[in-house]
């Protein structure tokens, strides 16, 4: 279980405007209600909003999935903010095939693509002259997932995604660097979210285990909760991770076989 922890620094990301997208329910509305009580403002989106979503928060239905819906979505988030500090690029979503590779239709393939890569490269492109105009201290967090480094055939349209969403942000990270903009990516394991058991529940009935079963191999001894992200992300958006950049940073328990 999740230990709960002290009451974060109220002040230490004051006056800071922060994006998160995917932000209405798990890992996403964790990281934006982390941010709000580190002192950011925070704008989230999300195709619906849940009972999850901070209530703190800016929330901005849309599909960031395609290129209009980005350039909707930025606009409304810039005429909120004023501008942009820290962008988290966390949305993302898959299908699993438990029939592996050969029956991902290939319009998943394409949707995969959208959602888990070109959404951030979109939102970045959208964001980045307001980013540069904030001058250094900017922060962008990419979201990407253990299986981007471990691919397995049922989310192998995922792990893809996910895969260049990592080169990418390693090749922004280097290019704006001179302007003091950090870039950084965090992987996470098994993490309880909906959209996460939903998978994962799909995975384990193909091959008749438990989520349970599933969640047992974690050497820290439980799954993970999408405020262990949020912690992650609070961290590197933070001054304390100012010499921080392109680096990739694995949070999933120790699951993960050293590669």
Known sequence: MFRTLASPDATELAGKRAVVTGGSRG?????????????????????????????????????????????????AALDELGGVDIVVNNAGAARAHVGGISSIPDEEWLDALDLNYLSAVRVNNALLPTLRQAGAGG?????????????SAPLAHYGAAKAALNAYGKALASELAPAGIRVTTIIPGNVLTPGGDAIRQNLADAVGVSLADIANGVPLGRPGDPRDIAEAVAYLVSDRAQWVTGATLVVDGGELPVI
Do not use: C, H, W, Y
């Not at 209530?55 to 819906?69: H, M, N, R, V």
């Open 139 to 151: 922060a962008i967090v990419n979201i990407s997932t253990v299986a981007a480094l471990m691919p």
């Open 27 to 75: 890992i996403g509305a964790a990281i934006a209600q982390r941010l709000l009580d580190g002192g950011a403002t925070v704008v989230t989106t999300a195709r619906k909003a849940t009972e999850e979503t901070p209530k703190a928060a800016t929330f901005l239905e849309g599909d960031i999935s395609t290129l209009a819906g980005v350039r909707e979505f930025a606009a």
